[in-house]
Structure formats: structure tokens, C-alpha cells
């Protein structure tokens, strides 16, 4: 199934801890294509109400400066609740909803994020869902969790706590087939996968996170997110479309039309043949390309 078209293109999520002042300030200044205010991890169970205070505050002014925003959410269902209530205003785009559990665990988020948005004067269906997967029983509903809902517009696997959860070490080779079938699960329902073929934490040695993006783009992967901001600029790059590929998707458009023209639905070019699904690589490939120029 085709990618929806409303989607948004991420690249890069920076983490940011929403009890944080200090990093909450310079959190636009980062370059990332958009921030995740974390209301769950990052924050300690006894400061969780002082940070949905300071995450309020943030927002507005991370809005004015066109930042997109995500905000992780806690999994508990009373912290959820009061999550949501704080945090679905004007100008969000998306609600990370840790440890997910089912569809109907996604249904009943997106019901409350429904009477809330009502409630705020904002568009219905204005704000997007992407559930995060967490463990190996939601792993087995990945299809059903990506389809759940309309408002879903993004799967990730979270890492740590799957690699937890089955006794795995959040590596690559262990955690690959994993992460194959959350980007299969997402393209079932026309949506996006994001993650890296390995885990957010491991951010020192920068030639081989360049080397794992690389392969996440390869296997599917449209964006991933982060904790440290030195990982945007190398994200946004490694997610983006180079210029040997630009001219090479070009290329391949123009070939199959010239050869459409002339009544022929695939053509050789350089040894490879070219029909429809080569092209529409291609186009995604220049519709992503247009996009991040644009920023």
C-alpha cells in the first residue's frame, strides 16, 4: 500500500526532556525535523505534574518558531489521561503513545485525544497517533496497532525495553528481524516506520551510526529518533536523498516516460529494468528530496 499522502516527512526526532528549561530553550535550535517533549522517561515519577507545567510553557513558544511537535506521553492510563488533558492543544501534530499494547489500547488513546481536540476547538483528527511497540506481545499485533486507527500516522519499536522484554541485546543482528516487521506492519496500513537498526542509545561512535542509518533507509525506515542532538544533523542527512540519487531517480522517470510514450511499459537502462514500481521508488525519492530542500 502507497505511503498516505498527508503524512508528514521526519527525518530527525529529538528527545527532549519536558522538565528540562535549559534544553527546552535550545530545543529549536537543534536543526531536528521535529521534538519529542518527553513526558515519560526522561522524567522522573515525582516531577511528572511540574513537567507537563513546563512542557505547557514550552510549547507555545516552540510553536512560534515553526517547530513541529510531538509529545511522548506516559503509558499508565491516569498519567496518560492527564497527559492528554495538558497537552492537546493547537499546533501539535502527533502524540507518541508508549507501550502499546493492542489496537483497542490505540482506539481507546485516540477516543480521548478525539473528545479533547473537540473540547479545544482544534480540527478533528488534527492530531496524528504513532504508537510505540514494546514488548513481544504487542510485537505479534504490529499489523493490527498500524491499521487501528486513522489518526495513526507512524509505528516505531522501542528498542530498549523490547530488547528487555525478550531477552535480546539491542543490537542490529538481534533486533533486525524486529524491525523488518514494523516497517512491513506500517506499509500494510500506508504509513511510516521510523527507527534505526539498532537502538537510540548508542550514539558515540558517529562512522557507525552513519553506517546503521544507511542500512535503516535501506530496509525501509523513513526517520528515527533521537536523544543527543550531535545525531540530527546525521540523521537528517543519512535519511535524506543524495544527489547521484536525485539525477538517478530523474533519470529512471524520464526513461520509463519516454518508453510509455512509445507504447512500451519497461525499459532497460544501464543493464536494470525499469517498469512501474522502479518508477514510483524513484518519485517517492523526489517527492522526499523536495521536501527537505524545502526547510
Known amino acids: 500500500m502507497a505511503v498516505r499522502p498527508d503524512l508528514p516527512y521526519w527525518r530527525s526526532m529529538l528527545y527532549v526532556p ?4 535549559r534544553f527546552l530553550a535550545k530545543a529549536h535550535q537543534r536543526g531536528a525535523d521535529a521534538i519529542i517533549l518527553d513526558l515519560e522517561d526522561s522524567v522522573p515519577p515525582a516531577a511528572k505534574s511540574e513537567a507537563r507545567r513546563q512542557c505547557s510553557a514550552a510549547i507555545e513558544d516552540l510553536l512560534a518558531r515553526g517547530q513541529e511537535l ?3 506521553i506516559n ?16 499546533g501539535i501534530r502527533a502524540i507518541m503513545f508508549p507501550k502499546t499494547q493492542s489496537a483497542n489500547h490505540v482506539r481507546l488513546i485516540s477516543e480521548l485525544i478525539g473528545e479533547l481536540e473537540g473540547e479545544g476547538g482544534i480540527s478533528a483528527g488534527a492530531i496524528g497517533l504513532m504508537p510505540v511497540i514494546e514488548s513481544a506481545a504487542a510485537y505479534f499485533q504490529a499489523e493490527n496497532i498500524a491499521r487501528a486507527d486513522p489518526r495513526v500516522i507512524g509505528l516505531l519499536l522501542g528498542s530498549e525495553d523490547f530488547a528487555t ?9 538481534p533486533l533486525r528481524l524486529a524491525k523488518q516487521q514494523i516497517v512491513i506492519a506500517a506499509a500494510s ?43 540530527v544533523p546525521v540523521l537528517n542527512d543519512g535519511f535524506s536523498p543524495c544527489e547521484a540519487q536525485i ?18 511499459g519497461a525499459v532497460s537502462r544501464h543493464g536494470r529494468m525499469i517498469d512501474a514500481p522502479v518508477a514510483e521508488r524513484a518519485r517517492d525519492l523526489l517527492r522526499r528530496a523536495k521536501a527537505f530542500s524545502e526547510r
Open 247 to 264: 539525477s538517478e531517480a530523474q533519470e529512471i522517470i524520464a526513461a520509463l516516460e519516454a518508453a510509455e510514450a512509445e507504447g512500451i
Open 165 to 173: 522484554d525478550t531477552s535480546m541485546v539491542p543490537a542490529p543482528e
Open 189 to 231: 496500513a500506508g504509513i511510516r516506520a521510523y527507527g534505526l537498526l539498532g537502538t537510540v542509545a548508542d550514539y558515540g561512535d558517529s562512522e557507525k551510526l552513519k553506517t546503521v542509518i544507511h542500512r535503516s533507509a535501506e530496509f525501509g525506515f523513513a526517520g528515527a529518533t533521537c536523544i543527543h542532538p550531535s545525531v
Open 18 to 21: 519536558a522538565n528540562n528549561e
Open 75 to 90: 503509558a499508565p492510563l491516569r498519567h496518560a489521561v492527564r497527559d492528554l488533558e495538558a497537552m492537546i492543544v493547537p
Open 70 to 72: 510531538i509529545i511522548r
